[in-house]
């Protein structure tokens, strides 16, 4: 009798700790779900500005050419003039497209948000390895231990995940963060 009520209470809490682990595994996957779209819409507006910058560069590159070459046809000083101001906005323009992209760092920040994503998936994968390592019915006061441990360790990399999206200025807040006490 008593043996049975161990093992109803051990069933007990070992299906209340596979939800707490399937709940923070929902969580990491959803996580991830963010994280690697993020990353991917700040990886396209890195290769955005990027690209703009070489073409615009090239365009400041001719500049010099241009000029000869006006200088050569013996082209009016007006046409020189406003052919100058063009280039000194598409210079402005380079020097700002510069700065953004210096500024944001998109790309780094885009693969910072790709490695998070990668160790959301890599911490699900080894969740669900030690918890099918832990469950022993023999040793049940070991298991739940041991079960209870692997619940701390994913709240710690969930914390530790979500810190770092936050210094990143990724919003986590439509990932859905439940748990059932």
Do not use: W
């Not at 006006?70 to 323009?93: C, D, E, H, Q, R």
Request: charge should be neutral.
């Amino acid at each position: 009798m008593v043996n049975e009520e161990l093992t109803g209470v051990f069933e007990q809490k070992l299906a209340e700790y596979k939800q707490m682990v399937i709940l923070r595994q929902e969580e990491c996957s959803q996580t991830a779900k963010v994280l690697e779209e993020d990353g991917k819409q700040l990886s396209a507006k890195g290769k955005k500005y990027k690209n703009a910058l070489i073409i615009l560069g090239i365009v400041i590159a001719t500049k010099a050419a241009l000029e000869l070459a006006m200088l050569g046809f013996k082209t009016p000083p007006v046409v020189m003039n406003i052919l100058s101001i063009i280039f000194l906005l598409i210079g402005a323009a380079v020097s700002m497209v510069a700065a953004l992209d210096k500024n944001n760092r998109y790309e780094e920040k885009a693969g910072e948000l790709r490695t998070l994503s990668s160790l959301c998936k890599s911490y699900d994968r080894r969740f669900m390895s030690d918890y099918k390592r832990f469950v022993d019915p023999r040793n049940t006061e070991i298991t739940l231990a041991k079960l209870e441990s692997l619940i701390d360790l994913q709240n710690q990399s969930l914390d530790h995940i979500r810190q770092r999206s936050d210094s990143l200025g990724v919003d986590l807040s439509e990932v859905n963060v439940s748990y059932r006490i």
